[in-house]
């Protein structure tokens, strides 16, 4: 809804043909005027149409679905503060990503003055929404930030985007009804906050180091960390049914306890020939369930041969593969890449495994001749075939 650029009609004057005159729409009531205001994609267009009625006027500020587009970092918490709660069902909050051109004034990134990201969290947690998402645009803060994540109480689902933001709990933390919760780009105790959510189902995290995870109630787990190298998974979820896991490893350890789990998708991409078994460099393991149900589940190994390559223990390579054998599989897929040095050790070796032995029931070999002519960076560049 816009304002008309053009001149005001007078009272007096005739009305020019029907629907003119009398202004019908603001003697609507307030929950027909309501929905007609949660049709526009922001709060700030619903605030901006009290210039046409003061019937207008605020009205806004009782939507149930909240949602800031393009509102600046510190207009948000007066925003939030005209806001009447505690009625929201959603709160969603995208800060314009124009304020990336310069770093945040200080004044507003802590709780001296301006508008700290702490207070307007606590000024979010007061609508007491049923679901919260959050995001800043990267680079928007210009250094590291530790911010309390105030309670929820009533809140199913809360996805925060914050970076570089350390979320600390503060003591009694409880969210007795977070169903669903989604952290990016930002750092917390996992162990400290999934013991704060004892309804917790689904869990998706992004950019974590170290990936720790316990929770009873936990049904989905969801991690993708492909932009920073993972050191630890350690997962201890005997009702997860849903794991997929993408990450870049060097030295990686790995513990997965998830008796239920019924579909995977583990992806872990290995950095630099670190993992060698004579002159084969392991590149990527994955454990992948079938898309169609009935079709067995596959461990795939990738591998790229290189006679450069450091020979290492072959008890170290059989090691690093069983690590990844987080669920039940029947299918073994090996893709390799050489250029043409025999592979019928690493096979074999491989097939002496003895977990991978008893279970596979399905051998595919996939056979690709590198291009490089024995030239090898630090990297194996063969892991992307």
């Not at 995208?94 to 051109?101: A, T």
């Not at 679901?131 to 680079?139: Q, S, V």
């Not at 350690?234 to 239920?260: E, F, G, H």
Request: glycine share 6%; aromatic share 4%; hydrophobic share 45%.
């Amino acid at each position: 809804m816009e304002a008309s650029s053009g001149p005001r009609r007078s009272s007096t004057q005739e009305p020019d043909g029907p629907g003119d005159g009398e202004d019908l729409i603001s003697a609507l009531p307030d929950d027909v005027l309501l929905l007609v205001l949660a049709r526009l994609p922001c709060a700030a267009d619903a605030a901006r149409t009290g210039v046409l009625s003061r019937r207008w006027l605020g009205l806004w500020a009782s939507l149930r679905q909240i949602v800031f587009r393009g509102v600046a970092l510190p207009s948000l918490e007066e925003a939030l503060g005209r806001v009447t709660p505690p009625a929201v069902s959603l709160l969603k909050i995208r800060v314009p990503i124009k304020q990336q051109r310069g770093p945040v004034p200080t004044e507003h990134q802590t709780d001296s003055a301006g508008v700290p990201i702490n207070s307007l969290l606590r000024a979010a947690a007061r609508l007491e929404p049923e679901k919260l998402d959050f995001r800043l645009p990267a680079g928007l803060i210009d250094r590291s930030l530790a911010v309390d994540l105030p309670c929820f109480h009533r809140a199913t689902s809360i996805a925060l985007d914050l970076s570089p933001i350390t979320l600390a709990l503060p003591a009694g933390a409880d969210f007795p009804a977070l169903e669903t919760l989604s952290l990016a780009r930002c750092s917390t105790d996992l162990d400290a906050l999934l013991s704060c959510c004892p309804r917790l189902r689904t869990l998706h995290l992004s950019t974590a180091r170290d990936i720790r995870v316990n929770s009873p109630s936990l049904q989905e787990l969801v991690v993708c960390c492909e932009t920073s190298v993972t050191r630890h998974v350690d997962i201890v979820a005997p009702a997860l049914k849903q794991l997929a896991i993408s990450l870049t490893a060097v030295d990686l350890s790995i513990s997965v306890l998830a008796p239920m789990v019924e579909k995977v998708s583990w992806h872990c991409l290995y950095l630099g020939p670190r993992i060698v078994f004579g002159v084969w460099s392991l590149n990527k393991v994955q454990l992948q369930s079938a898309e169609i149900q009935g079709e067995p589940s596959s461990l795939c190994i990738y591998a790229c041969a290189y006679s450069g390559f450091f020979r290492a223990q072959a008890s170290h390579f059989k090691q690093e593969i069983e690590k990844h054998m987080v669920a039940a599989f029947s299918g073994l897929e090996l893709h390799l890449t050489s250029t043409g040095h025999a592979f019928g050790a690493l096979v074999f070796h491989l097939l002496g495994v003895n977990r991978i032995r008893t279970a596979t029931r399905r051998l595919k070999v996939v056979l690709q001749r590198s291009v490089l002519k024995e030239v090898c960076p630090p990297y194996c560049p063969c892991e992307s075939n």
